[in-house]
Every structure is written in structure tokens, then in C-alpha cells.
């Protein structure tokens, strides 16, 4: 079963979800669930009916997929209607994985998540670039697009990420209490991708 973070005060949603089972991690990382979860975050709870609307597939066959996500844990049903017409919200604000696994097969389905994950950062990041020329001045002058080499130790780099979540974290309520957003608030999608880069010679190893 996937494990679910301690509810967070006042019965807001969990906020992560942590699949190990390599039957979820494959379940994941098909397009359309992934799509269909992120929505949810952000604009659930709906109906299938409003996911085929929002994503342009038949109401079928997001019924499908979301009961597919249930069977996982990923989303649930939600109070109020029946059938097709029944609500569904996401079960958490995020998802995590391993990083690491000794279990060949949670390895395996672990690294084809990530893969279709970062697939699907890269359409998202090629959209917004495409349409950006539509936003006013200040948001192009605020959106950032831009790499940084470093040289770390593993330690260092693990770190480094725990000071950016922490960076990150006061923001998170924001997504599902609206009251607390400024004026001029706006969604913002934030990608955080550090990998030891292979393809620079490594002056330890010459």
C-alpha cells in the first residue's frame, strides 16, 4: 500500500503520497493519470465527465484511468454524486518515490517513472515557452529559465535540496486555501532537476 504523510492541521490534505510498489509506479506513469492527478491538485475535486472536458479524452476513459489511480491509492472518491457524476479528489499534494531501491523491479519502475515524468516536464516547459510571448511584461521579466554547474559532494547536493524545500514549503497552502494569495497570485510551476552530470570529464578520474 502506498504511504500517505500525516494529515496536516485542520483536515487539510495530506500532503504527499510515497508509491514503492512497482504495480503503482507503472500505473503512474502513464500520460493521462499523471494529467488527470495533477488536475485534481489543482482544480479538484470533478467529476470524469469535467476530467474529459478538462482533457480532452472521452468521459469513459477517464472513468477508467481514475479508478485505475483509486485502485492505487492516488485519488479517491470525494463526497456527493453517484455514477459517473460521482466527485474525485486527489489523495495528496505531491507524489514521491524512490530515489534508490536494492528490489530490481521497484528500481526498474521507479526509473521509467522519472523518465515519463521528465517527458512530461519537457511538453509543459515547451508550451510555456511557445505561449509566453501572451504574458504581460512583469511575469516574462519574473519567469526564470536557466541551468547552474556546480561541484558537490552527494551530502552537499542532498542538502542543498532540503534548504529549496524549505524555501518552497510556506507557499504550499496557497494551493488549496485561495484566501491566503496575494493580489496578482498566479499559478507557478517551479521544476527542480539535479543530476550528476556524466557527460563533463571529472578531473578525480583523469
Not at 542532498?158 to 524545500?165: K, M, N, P, T, V
Request: hydrophobic share 35%; proline share 8%; aromatic share 6%.
Amino acid at each position: 500500500m502506498p504511504e500517505i504523510s500525516e494529515p496536516q492541521p485542520g483536515g487539510e490534505q495530506p500532503r504527499s503520497i510515497r508509491l514503492t510498489d512497482p504495480r503503482a509506479l507503472r500505473a503512474y506513469a502513464h500520460p493521462l493519470r499523471m494529467t488527470l492527478v495533477g488536475l485534481l491538485r489543482s482544480s479538484g475535486p470533478f467529476t470524469a465527465t469535467r476530467a474529459a472536458e478538462l482533457t480532452g479524452e472521452s468521459v469513459a476513459s477517464c472513468s477508467y484511468h481514475l479508478r485505475i489511480l483509486a485502485k492505487y491509492g492516488l485519488v479517491e472518491e470525494a463526497p456527493g454524486g453517484r455514477g459517473r457524476e460521482k466527485p474525485w479528489r486527489a489523495t495528496a499534494r505531491y507524489t514521491e518515490w524512490p530515489d534508490h531501491s536494492e528490489d530490481a523491479t521497484v528500481a526498474d519502475a521507479a526509473d521509467a517513472l522519472s523518465a515519463a515524468v521528465v517527458e512530461r516536464y519537457f511538453e509543459r516547459v515547451t508550451r510555456a515557452i511557445e505561449n509566453r510571448h501572451r504574458l504581460p511584461r512583469e511575469w516574462r521579466e519574473a519567469e526564470q529559465f536557466g541551468d547552474s554547474l556546480l561541484h558537490l559532494t552527494p551530502e552537499e547536493l542532498a542538502g542543498l535540496g532540503e534548504r529549496i524545500d524549505e524555501l518552497l514549503r510556506p507557499y504550499e497552502a496557497r494551493g488549496s486555501e485561495p484566501a491566503l494569495r496575494p493580489e496578482g497570485a498566479r499559478p507557478v510551476s517551479i521544476l527542480r532537476i539535479a543530476y550528476l552530470d556524466q557527460d563533463i570529464p571529472d578531473s578525480e578520474e583523469e
